[in-house]
T-cell receptor, first 111, second 115 residues
């Protein structure tokens, strides 16, 4: 069974802090990795995609991928209350198939 | 970025009626679209994979005769909930895959309430 694991949280951080969200996956041949944000009552919204080892930065967001450890993370710098949401990690394990989603980590940023 | 629309955003219907939900990729062609269902405070659940011009592939436990999927063009997939019952009330979300990077873009979702 191909799995994507996330800590469900909630992860609570104060405004302005760095939020660190982690994800592990079971299928070693996975090639594409995504982070989605889902606000309560809304559909998921793509934040970042990453395909090769290392860091990828986009504004306040940095995705980190370590294929040897089967680990992908998302860092949110200068966290804002508007970042409070559930963050979904998704992995593509086989071309042409649906992404496999983790259950999500709930982030709460307090002002 | 790629945009996916869904219609309607809200639907209330009586038990026993059928409801059709449309999913459109607005600025790209999607050979593959996906249908998900999400109950309150629960994870996304993949219902089926819809490929243009062929039959949909349903996940285990999803009744294909109850949830009819048609992917007639590269920009449109429809989900019909037939003979809907209150337990079918949920948030239905479609996504479309764009290109070889396998990125999935989600529609805004359709909230279904069956009375």
């Amino acid at each position: 069974q191909k799995e994507v694991e996330q800590n469900s949280g909630p992860l609570s951080v104060p405004e302005g802090a760095i939020a660190s969200l982690n994800c592990t996956y079971s299928d070693r041949v996975s090639q594409s990795f995504f982070w989605y944000r889902q606000y309560s009552g809304k559909s998921p919204e793509l934040i970042m995609s990453i395909y090769s080892n290392g860091d990828k930065e986009d504004g306040r967001f940095t995705a980190q991928l370590n294929k040897a450890s089967q680990y992908v993370s998302l860092l949110i710098r200068d966290s804002q209350p508007s970042d409070s949401a559930t963050y979904l990690c998704a992995v593509n394990t086989q071309a042409g198939t649906a992404l496999i989603f983790g259950k999500g980590t709930t982030l709460s940023v307090s002002s | 970025g790629a945009v996916v629309s869904q219609h309607p955003s809200w639907v209330i219907c009586k038990s026993g009626t059928s409801v059709k939900i449309e999913c459109r990729s607005l600025d790209f062609q999607a050979t593959t679209m996906f249908w998900y269902r999400q109950f309150p405070k629960q994870s996304l659940m993949l219902m089926a994979t819809s490929n243009e011009g062929s039959k949909a592939t349903y996940e285990q436990g999803v009744e294909k005769d109850k949830f009819l999927i048609n992917h007639a063009s590269l920009t449109l997939s429809t989900l019909t909930v037939t003979s809907a019952h209150p337990e079918d009330s949920s948030f239905y979300i479609c996504s479309a895959r764009d290109g070889p990077q396998e990125t999935q873009y989600f529609g805004p979702g359709t909230r279904l309430l069956v009375l």
